[in-house]
């Protein structure tokens, strides 16, 4: 059902090239939606910097490679609007007005950030931007007046308190503002493991298939691939479940059948992982290729990239500007 | 020494009319630093929103009362850019880029922002905003490239804060983009006691005089002053020492020779609390009758004092706008 006046926003950080692990998760379902709704897709450079401030070269160079990407996958332009984070102001005012109304307590509370925190053994030392960070993501939200969010199970803590922050402020200067925030999840995908088989794919921890890999580098990555350990000799009989490439080839090969009776055969033994893995790899290279492609050919003209993203932050000022009247009249501050 | 190539900036929250506190710690001191330096004064009133969320009205109406204050003492905007906080979205930008520079537990070590907390009976509730408040002063000097800020010595550890981020700014960022701030603080003066003689004058005491009271209302508030509770009839000797009217008389009260012999006279006995209030009355009214002509001009056309503000906020905008470039610059923000 087409509504395209209620609007979705997504987002990613430019801190490194997207991986299959985005496109899995996310990606590849804002090709949907930008069919159904008034889809934002944001380019969080400025919260990239809440954990890169000592970084800027890499945040900066990475907004290029995630612009590359959303178009390489087929983020449409002209459906889409991809708009840069720091160049929309409005989000700071808002942030700084929301900071106003959650209390520090509260933000310790957030189980996303506090898993965060401990993941990166900040400790006491979290700094107030990376402490503060869902208010600013309230912020990203509210100023397009984004309604459906598309979030993993673990972000539902940040659109709780984003819910909170935006009911207080409706309810504060008495206007209906800011919609309800709605989370779109997904049961079954969310997190694909990276080729390690211990953990989701993550730039970070060196498992990541980047969509921009060329046929080398996927082949490489996947040669390398956690299968079974204690599938040792081809003729041993082999563990599909927690094996990495039958978890990709369930999502990547279309002839669900053939992927079926190689797991009986991996099962039962006499089938051996390179067997496996080079059908893998030809699947995730058929997949890739004309997403390479598309690639190379936005690569070659960067300006026409650099271009898009101008109209679609430009587009997005429009109607950040919209909202900050808004919200300037309901918390009167209207003067000239 | 005139030096119109550095920055002072100043401001107030606009939660109330300013009183004769405000005058001795502050107003007074701008009126000759207007002379000396390029002048800044920020009416701040997003950081007056930080406790006065719930009461957007009050921060309102007082921006125009503020103004009025400052016009009527001789602050002059051909000499003083009076500036309105809400409307320089840069100081938000570079706010929210500064958060990134300091840790939670540093901001809750602030002793100014611990004491305020403590009075304030914040406790663990404490908000976002008003914990991070030293940040946002920090982005109000910065954004203008402040240099000097009078301030009282309970406002030291703010400057020092400040001083911390700039530095880290400057340093990560590898520009000298941020003069390193420097207090202008006054020995004597600071903190003139309310009516009361507990503590120092303020609004929500119900301890001050106005600048816009009338010669009534100043009349009753004297009459009312602490003096010395001992000094009960006229022939007891009585204390100067903690006596509000003399601690007003030596400030206000030009003919210095005829305080000195007063304050032996009541201190010998025979003087009435009677006489010395009224003739604090008059010397407060002489003081505040040019000022309440002034005020009552401008408040005649509030359409002019608010050209004033637009001019002054544009002026600032345009200085916000040239900083925030350099910022973006060593940020790497640039992007079209």
Redesign the interface.
């Known amino acids: 059902m087409i509504n395209k006046t209620d609007i979705v926003l997504t987002g990613d950080r430019p801190t490194g090239p997207l991986h299959l692990g985005h496109f899995v998760g996310s990606l590849q379902e804002r090709i949907n939606l930008q069919e159904i709704y008034t889809q934002y897709v944001m380019i969080a ?2 919260q990239a ?2 954990d890169n ?2 970084n ?2 890499k ?2 160079e990475n ?1 290029m490679q995630v612009a590359l990407d959303y178009l390489s996958i087929g983020i449409d332009p002209k459906k889409t609007t991809i708009f ?1 984070q ?2 929309i ?2 989000i ?2 808002l ?3 929301f ?7 509260r ?1 310790k509370r957030n189980p996303t950030v506090k898993t965060e925190i401990s993941q990166k053994n900040y400790g ?9 960070y869902p ?2 993501q309230t912020a990203d939200i509210a100023v397009v007046k984004g309604k459906f969010v598309p979030v993993g199970h673990d972000q539902l803590p940040m659109i709780e308190q984003a819910n909170e922050i935006l009911h207080d402020f409706n309810r ?2 008495q206007q209906e503002i800011f919609p309800k925030i709605e989370a779109i999840t997904k049961e079954n995908t969310g997190r694909l493991p990276g080729i390690d088989g211990k953990n989701k794919m993550s730039k970070s921890l060196g498992n990541a298939i980047f969509l921009s890999d060329s046929e080398d580098q996927v082949a490489k990555k996947v040669m390398k691939m956690y299968t079974d350990p204690n599938h040792i000799h081809v003729v041993d009989p082999g563990n599909v479940e927690g094996n990495v490439v039958f978890i990709y080839l369930d999502i990547f090969d279309q002839n669900k059948d053939e992927v079926e009776n190689l797991k009986l055969h991996y099962q039962k033994g006499g089938l051996g992982d390179v067997v496996i893995k080079k059908r893998l790899i030809d699947v995730l290279n058929n997949f890739l290729e004309p997403i390479r492609k598309k690639r190379a050919e936005f690569a070659k003209d960067p300006e026409k990239v ?1 271009e898009i ?2 109209v679609g ?1 430009e587009k997005t000022r429009q109607a950040a500007g919209e909202t900050m009247q808004e919200v ?1 009249s ?4 209207q ?2």
């Open positions: 450079d400025v910097l809440t401030f000592d800027p070269k945040v900066h907004v840069l720091s160049c102001p409005e700071a005012e942030t700084v007005f900071l106003n109304l959650v209390s520090i307590n933000l006491e030392h979290v700094t107030a931007g990376f402490l503060m208010v600013s504060i200067y650099m993203l101008k932050t300037r309901a918390m009167k501050l003067y000239f």
